[in-house]
């Protein structure tokens, strides 16, 4: 009965999507109201030919599939960063109840992340995040190589379940990397994802995606530099997303993205047709995302 309801809330977001343009390699964090978000997490509903359907709301089906999964409907699972992607956004904008930011990131063997994009991420961070304690990026475990090769959200959360060994408790908020090998189960013919921010603490990152779409302008470090700041703009609640636009700038179209091309929360930047559709590949939030930052607590 339960889920019966929640799928019927499901449909009706679908519904309520269904003039997007058809598109799959958005990142599965993009509902935009709390009923959305409340029907999202709880959902058992969506599958993979939900997240393959080609819209955000779609993606948000797998999302929620994701969150729900392994837990009553509408239980978060575990400790209380498990929940949509960007619902902790001030835990890590402030210093009001954690004064410490500890980045973990594990990954798949040879799909290491690169160190230039660990510390453009924590400069990002430390640019935004009041942490009077300091940030910490900890390179953890390397996980034996994976034979998944289409990653579900069902499996980037067991494989995190599994590995990750730091939660937000004490004076210390932790953001989640988890980097893997093969594809998601988002990915077109057309368009790779490149990362997916899929709960309020975690991320995971597509190292062969990104490397696969360098060209010879692009390279994949620099692909990957954009993608890892781009996917902790949702933990911090870009676009719209858990902390409120002080001027409108949100690419309602493309979900909790800007509509502007130079801002690293433009929606191309996790999408392997990053480097055909921009000349110049940004990795630092624009204006329009700082005051929305610095309005929710941050600098
Ligand atoms: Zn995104
Ligand atoms: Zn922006």
Redesign the pocket.
């Known amino acids: 009965m339960k889920s019966l309801i929640l799928s019927k809330l499901l449909a009706l977001s679908l519904l309520a999507c269904t003039g997007l343009p058809p598109r799959t390699f958005?990142?599965p964090?993009?509902p935009t109201s709390p009923g959305e978000r409340a029907v999202d997490a709880g959902s058992d509903a969506g599958t993979g030919a939900d997240a393959g359907a080609g819209a955000d709301a779609a993606t948000d089906a797998g999302a929620g599939a994701d969150a729900g999964a392994g837990a009553d409907a509408g239980v978060p699972i575990g400790p209380p960063d498990q929940g949509w992607s960007g619902s902790i956004a001030t835990d890590y904008l402030t210093a009001t109840r954690y004064r410490r930011l500890v980045v973990e990131v594990d990954y798949v063997r040879g799909k290491a992340p690169n160190t230039g994009a660990l510390n453009l991420l924590k400069q990002r961070l430390e640019a935004r995040c009041n942490k009077p304690d300091g940030i910490t990026v900890i390179v953890d475990t390397e996980i034996p190589t994976q034979a998944t090769t289409t990653w579900r959200l069902a499996d980037l959360r067991d494989l995190e379940r599994q590995h990750r060994s730091r939660y937000t408790a004490g004076d210390t908020a932790v953001l989640y990397l988890l980097y893997i090998g093969g594809g998601y189960e988002g990915d077109t013919s057309n368009a790779r994802v490149l990362?997916?921010?899929h709960t309020g603490s975690a991320i995971a990152m597509f190292k062969d995606a990104m490397s696969e779409s360098a060209t010879v302008l692009v390279t994949g470090n620099v692909i990957e530099e954009a993608v890892i700041v781009?996917?902790a703009?949702?933990n911090l609640g870009?676009v719209g997303n858990g902390v409120a636009m002080q001027r409108p700038h949100q690419d309602a179209a493309?979900?909790?993205?800007d509509t502007s091309q130079s801002c690293v929360?433009y929606?191309a930047?996790?999408s392997s047709l990053v480097s055909q559709l921009l000349g110049t590949v940004p990795n630092d939030f624009d204006a329009d995302c700082i005051a929305d930052l610095r309005a929710a607590g941050g600098k």
């Open positions: 958005d990142s964090n993009l990362g997916v921010s781009h996917e703009g949702h870009l493309h979900g909790a993205h929360m929606w930047v996790e």
